[in-house]
């Protein structure tokens, strides 16, 4: 059975750094790509950025380019999301996706991140 | 940048009732490019339709997805209780790779 499993709730204040996970199991992690999914209190669905584990190779959206970092160990069968400075506008319900062709197929839990002085 | 608009916003239905929800792209998208996803309250969104017509594994087959070029579908046949949900669709493209519409929210009227 596939399941990303992300790390729990976090509450940080402006200008901190975090650094969330996502661990994948019951597939073979390094050849799918995985990302994240943003989702603000109330609002819709956001594309961020994906990873391919193998080889690291990323893609991001135009919006969170240079606002966050992804990355992977498939050592661990784990993804990240990383900010160095977090703002209040971070707050928002995090998702793990895995991508497979032109979709996402499996979603994670989630992981909310309040950013809040 | 393809947008996705969704309509209509909300959707007020009684269970057994047909719904039908647009997603309307602002230029041509591949059709096997667009997915449907279910949200429900406090949950993580689920994969319905994939290649806009395809089933996701799992889902019942009173959901279908239809459509081609700028404008999709997706359709419940027969409303159940745990249908009533947000519904997203979502491209897949050029930059960005992936868009999401704003959701249509399906309530119990």
């Known amino acids: 059975e596939v399941q990303l499993v992300q790390s729990g709730a976090e509450v940080k204040k402006p200008g901190e750094s975090l650094k969330i996970s996502c661990k994948g199991s019951?597939?073979?992690?390094?050849?799918?790509?995985i990302g994240w999914v943003r989702q603000m209190p109330g609002k819709g669905l956001e594309w961020m950025v994906i990873i391919y584990p193998r080889d690291s190779d990323t893609r991001y959206s135009p919006s969170f380019q240079g606002q966050v970092t992804i990355s992977a160990d498939k050592s661990i069968n784990t993804a990240y999301l990383q900010w160095s400075s977090l703002k209040a506008s971070d707050t928002a319900m995090y998702y793990c996706v895995r991508h497979t062709t032109t979709f996402f197929d499996y979603w994670g839990q989630g992981t909310l991140v309040t950013v809040s002085s | 940048e393809i947008v996705l608009t969704q309509s209509p916003g909300t959707l007020s239905l009684s269970p057994g009732e047909r719904a039908t929800l647009s997603c309307r792209a602002s230029?041509?998208?591949?059709?096997?490019?667009l997915a449907w996803y279910q949200q429900k309250p406090g949950q993580a969104p689920r994969l319905l339709i994939y290649g806009a017509s395809s089933r996701a594994t799992g889902i019942p087959d009173r959901f279908s997805g239809s459509g081609s070029g700028t404008d999709f579908t997706l359709t419940i046949s027969r409303l159940e209780p745990e249908d009533f949900a947000v519904y997203y669709c979502?491209?897949?493209?050029?930059?960005?790779?992936?868009?999401f519409g704003g959701g249509t929210k399906v309530e119990i009227k």
């Open positions: 230029q041509s998208v591949t059709s096997s490019y």
């Open positions: 019951g597939y073979s992690f390094s050849t799918y790509w």
């Open positions: 979502q491209q897949y493209g050029s930059s960005p790779l992936f868009t």
